[in-house]
């Protein structure tokens, strides 16, 4: 077939390169009806260049087009000859300072971390090698396609908005001039009418749906019976599936098969046979037959060549007008007001609604190319850039609505524009007050969750697979929503409050539908049989933690918004939680005298969810009234009496009840997707807007109200009341025969309550709530993460929490708390935490994992031990608290808190009767040791004419109430101190006993007369002083008296010999024969004398540092140092052997140590004197082995030492190693330490 037209083509390629395209564009400029004349010119001539054949020719093509299609075209437009017209436009226009280079996919892109307004302000590489951005901080990424270049944006960069290129185009960039001034009234009447036709046409032909027959203008009299079928691509199906069907429906070879797919999944579409009507309808039905049995087939085609050439030649055209309008701004603007110009069918009637709302229907490779036209005409024009995003936004609804029932990747979406335009500050600004877009991205976004439970909320539990589709593309909404926030504004206008507000309120209906959602129910008796959809609920939340936290920022900037947003987060919080005690049994819990009434609810048995984000957000905007001081200036505004504490407080309570809960294991029967919860709860990437959130809003619930009746509604509801209100109830408790697990639970509830109580009083380093800024925070986090053990830089940013611009605020503040220690021969440089934070490490910090706080203790106290310190690790001294959380520490001296704390040290004084644990009574020392540091802090910052009313010190010395008449807390200390199965916590009670004296001190010497229902105590108390001070007087006349008699020792010794020196040079000259009584006796030099012998005195000790070469830690080496070794080798040797001959049979048994008389065999080790920390080689060691663990799976290599023998290379030297020697001190160092420990028990 192909054969057969060969001389008919050929004939027609001469007709067509006999075509003059200046006759053309003359008769054009003569024609009275323009469009007619250009459309009959493209009616005749594109089926005679385009879809020839089966086989397309792009070369031959274009080469054709150029020439008789967009040719005449050029002409009409220049009026003269093109290669004379184009320059002559270039050079009359004003170059741009916008760079707008359009990336390609894969090319590399830079953003400064410094300068940009967000982390999608990038430049290609030319700029940014220009800029003054490449000495800044800056993050290299890769492009996906279709962005570009911001260079000259002066809205994308704070500083720096041009490179060097473009900065010679600013030339004090003027009032935006008009770009048409540049150009001639007749080229801009002809580009008008050439553009507005051409554009119109591309339009037309691009967005046809008929398969069959063309626009009425478009149309030739003599229509040939050739088709296409035409082959499109989806997301569905695989690359196999498409090949296989392609092989049986028109019969190709693999490879034929192989190369349409390929180019289907590029461009979009391919025809795939060409020929008559029946041969190409044939292959559509066997294709749609063979890939429709389990989902929907693929799209195919049966088009008219005709439509297919008029379509490429389409795409062509576009090209082109994308290339023509870079040689002018002027024809730029004449493009973009062609293409927004409203058409005669009113609304979205122009070119470019057109094309957008036709794209979800148009194939990949036509979407490319009007996106990209797009972004160099409209979004290069600052004045039509505004005039499409106002269209753009207005079409938004629609536009998402195609993309989500597409199944097109967002890249090839005309949706994808939206970072282009949401980005710019000014437009977000404009199209939020004149397009309320921020209600419309919100609203658009619930309109595609519409599947709900009975009280409103989203459910993802039946999700099909449809849905869960839906849901990953509608995920893309909350990313447009964060990019119109991501810009905070300077300016407030009117317009701006309350189009802000509009979208506040959409918010929070958002946040409505999500609180209380996924609801979960404690599973006994049998283990949950399929595991609940849970994933779906997180990743809205951590899709929504940038957008929240955005949201709080805008409202911190504005008070009059930030009044509003409180109130309306409150009433939205009323409304969802305003009936919470609707069919739920009231109860009345009373301890210590104090009463209150809340509900009987019990989270093991009852529905609980995690997910609270309307508590949260009005947590994060209380922490604002406080930072802002907007509580203290307009208290007549905020409806702050109109607060509920119990019911603020409820559900953050419940969800932390349910974490303690999991932790004591309460809830293993419901599987691993609520481990998964929580572990996502606390994690790095949810935390700031859950578990941080949650803390925060028992704060203020805490600080309005009575801290007892809080302590009181926190035992009831983990479920611990009955044993802290019930005297003795512990004893019987754990006297009667109960389960040894719910014993268990019940110590790790208690461990869990106390340490929600320390979280409670000690994590105020958030901006409002304690006195801090945003730096102290940041520093507090690496501080804790660096106690655990020294980071590496990128370990470090993991821990970290990044803002919306993906940022940590590390590097501002990481050279005032940490060293780095740079690498070694191998491994990572490292920071080390500097030793003056340790002060500020806090044991019980909130975002330390059970792991990461067991670590962070064991190398706390290991470095106290290691600095000869007790292994006391009190609590940090904390900053003040903001004025409106001020009244929160009284908690530590409530009477409920008070009475927590005789309890448990009750127990541990009488621990073989009661159910208690260690890490309980370390929490509670922790607390008490709070408590005095706060007690102090408020002596020390009290001026004369105020009264300080934290007296902690005070209650812990009364005794308990009647009828326990317990003994006082502090008297139980005292106990404590000297028991014996208290070793680890006998330093920190000491701490405590001592800052107690500490502040009575204090309290003495500020009061003339101390307090008389203390004065026994206080008494009692400066006669154990006494004590104490006489025995630490004794200890230190002692070691005074021991130093006193080495010191003489050493002198006489120093002054024997030297009066002896004749005795012993007469000595060393006797006759051998003499001398073997002698022999035992050391070889004395003048230099150095000294006597030996069981009684021998001590001699200086010549302090020996050595350096590890894996770490490049200096070290002195001592008995309590790291263990040093150096790498050996360990041989068989018979250098010095007797009998060469000797053979051993058996060498498993051989003793290596014994050495046979005949010395035929025996044992050489050298060594070639490298030294390193035993930890740091055991380390090097195991990676050997672990490398060639994993190369065995692989192709194994030859190397020279064999790692199964336990052999390995000195990583200084590569010298062959099969063992390491310890590096020990020398004998009469350990033996002269041994004498003294010896002489101090003797004195001491």
Known sequence: MASELEPEVQAIDRSLLECSAEETAGKWLQATDLTREVYQHLAHYVPQIYCRGPNPFPQKEDMLAQHVLLGPMEWYLCGEDPAFGFPKLEQANKPSHLCGRVFKVGEPTYSCRDCAVDPTCVLCMECFLGSIHRDHRYRMTTSGGGGFCDCGDTEAWKEGPYCQKHELNTSEIEEEEDPLVHLSEDVIARTYNIFAIMFRYAVEILTWEKESELPADLEIIEKRDTYYCMLFNDEVHTYEQVIYTLQKAVNCTQKEAIGFATTVDRDGRRSVRYGDFQYCEQAKSVIVRNTSRQTKPLKVQVMHSSIVAHQNFGLKLLSWLGSIIGYSDGLRRILCQVGLQEGPDGENSSLVDRLMLNDSKLWKGARSVYHQLFMSSLLMDLKYKKLFAVRFAKNYE?????????????????????????????????????????????????????????????????YTALQAFKFRRVQSLILDLKYVLISKPTEWSDDLRQKFLEGFDAFLELLKCMQGMDPITRQVGQHIEMEPEWEAAFTLQMKLTHVISMMQDWCALDEKVL????????AVLMQCHGGFTDGEQPITLSICGHSVETIRYCVSQEKVSIHLPVSRLLAGLHVLLSKSEVAYKFPELLPLSELSPPMLI??????????????????????????????????????REMFDKDIVMLQTGVSMMDPNHFLMIMLSRFELYQIFSTPDYGKRFSSEITHKDVVQQNNTLIEEMLYLIIMLVGERFSPGVGQVNATDEIKREIIHQLSIKPMAHSELVKSLPEDENKE???????????????????GRGMYELKPECAKDFNLYFYHFSRAEQ?????????????????????????????????????????????????????????????????????????????????????????????VVTFT?????????????????????????????????????????????????????????????????????????????????????????RREKIMAQMSEMQRHFIDENKELFQQTLELDASTSAVLDNSPVVSDMALTALGPAQTQVPEQRQFVTCILCQEEQEVKVESKAMVLAAFVQRSTVLSKNRSKFIQDPEKYDPLFMHPDLSCGTHTGSCGHIMHAHCWQRYFDSVQAKEQRRQQRLRLHTSYDVENGEFLCPLCECLSNTVIPLLLPPRNIFNRYCFFKEFRKYG
């Not at 310190?869 to 409920?896: G, H, K, M, R, W």
Request: net charge neutral; hydrophobic share 40%.
């Open 398 to 462: 629609r536009l998402q609505s195609d993309y989500v029932t597409d199944d097109h990747d967002r890249e090839f979406s005309i949706a994808d524009l939206s970072v282009q335009i949401f980005t710019v500050p000014s437009l977000a600004r404009m199209l939020i007050t004149e397009e309320n877009l921020m209600t419309i991205i919100i609203k658009t976004f619930m309109d595609h969750l519409r599947h709900r439970d009975a009280q409103g909320r989203f459910q993802f539990e039946r």
């Open 650 to 687: 409820e559900h953050p309570l419940r969800c932390l009840v349910l974490c303690a809960q999991v932790h004591a294991g309460m809830w293993r029967r419901n599987g691993f997707s609520l481990v998964n919860q929580i572990y996502y709860y606390h994690n790095v990437k949810c935390r």
């Open 854 to 946: 067991s670590k962070a203790e064991e190398a706390q106290r290991k470095l106290k031990r290691h600095n000869r310190e007790d292994t006391a690790l009190p609590p940090p001294v904390l900053p003040p608290f903001c004025p409106l959380f001020a009244s929160l520490v009284n908690i530590l001296q409530s009477d409920v808190m008070l009475c927590i704390m005789r309890t448990v040290l009750q127990w541990a004084v009488e621990h073989n009767g009661y159910a208690w644990s260690e890490s309980m009574l370390q929490r509670v020392l922790h607390l008490i040791g709070m408590a005095l540091q706060e007690e102090k802090q408020h002596l020390d910052s009290v001026t004369e004419e105020h």
């Open 808 to 826: 940590t605020g590390m590097e501002s503040v990481i050279e005032a708390v940490a060293h780095f220690r740079k690498p070694g021969l191998t």
């Open 563 to 570: 009044i509003e947003a409180y109130k309306k987060c409150l």
């Open 952 to 1040: 902690f010190t005070q209650k812990i010395s009364k005794p308990g109430e009647a009828p326990n008449n317990s003994p006082s807390i502090l008297a139980m200390l005292e106990t404590l101190q000297n028991a014996p199965y208290l070793d680890v916590h006998k330093d920190m009670i000491r701490w405590i006993l001592k800052t107690f004296n500490t502040i009575k001190k204090i309290r003495e010497s500020s009061s003339a007369s101390p307090v008389a229902e203390t004065e026994g105590t206080i008494m009692e108390e400066s006669s154990r002083d006494k004590d104490k001070a006489e025995r630490k007087r004794k200890a230190e006349i002692a070691r005074l």
